[in-house]
């Protein structure tokens, strides 16, 4: 299982970019799915999650700015990014919890990372 994320880039402050982070290999079922973003020297943090069933969460300092969505069917999560602000820049990473076999529970998943940077 793979998940191959992409979309990021440099934008002005104000600007808007979309993430995408589809999932390959063998898969039973995708759980959750979201966004974490990770600036050097400070932990990786959520920015937003979406559910199998899609319930939302956002942190707040992203609220109303970016959205979260997901389709199923290309076992892929899209993360849109708007009104951009520099302290948005950071290495954002997607995540899923993934069922390789019915047989198994499900596992973290992570991709390899895009970086985004506002800046003027």
């Known amino acids: 299982v793979q998940l191959q994320a992409s979309g990021g880039g440099l934008v002005q402050p104000g600007g808007s970019l979309r993430l995408s982070c589809a999932a390959s290999?063998?898969?039973?079922?995708?759980?959750?799915m979201g966004w974490y973003c990770q600036v050097q020297g400070k932990q990786r943090e959520l920015v937003a999650s979406i559910a199998s069933r899609g319930a939302l969460a956002y942190a707040d300092s992203v609220q109303d700015r970016f959205t979260i969505s997901r389709d199923n069917f290309r076992r892929t999560v899209y993360l849109q990014m708007t009104n951009l602000k520099p302290e948005d820049t950071a290495v954002y990473y997607c995540?899923?919890?993934?069922?390789?076999?019915?047989?198994?529970?499900?596992?973290?998943?992570w991709g390899q990372g895009t970086q985004v940077t506002v800046s003027s």
């Open positions: 290999g063998t898969i039973f079922s995708i759980g959750d």
């Open positions: 995540h899923a919890m993934i069922r390789a076999d019915q047989r198994i529970s499900a596992d973290h998943f």
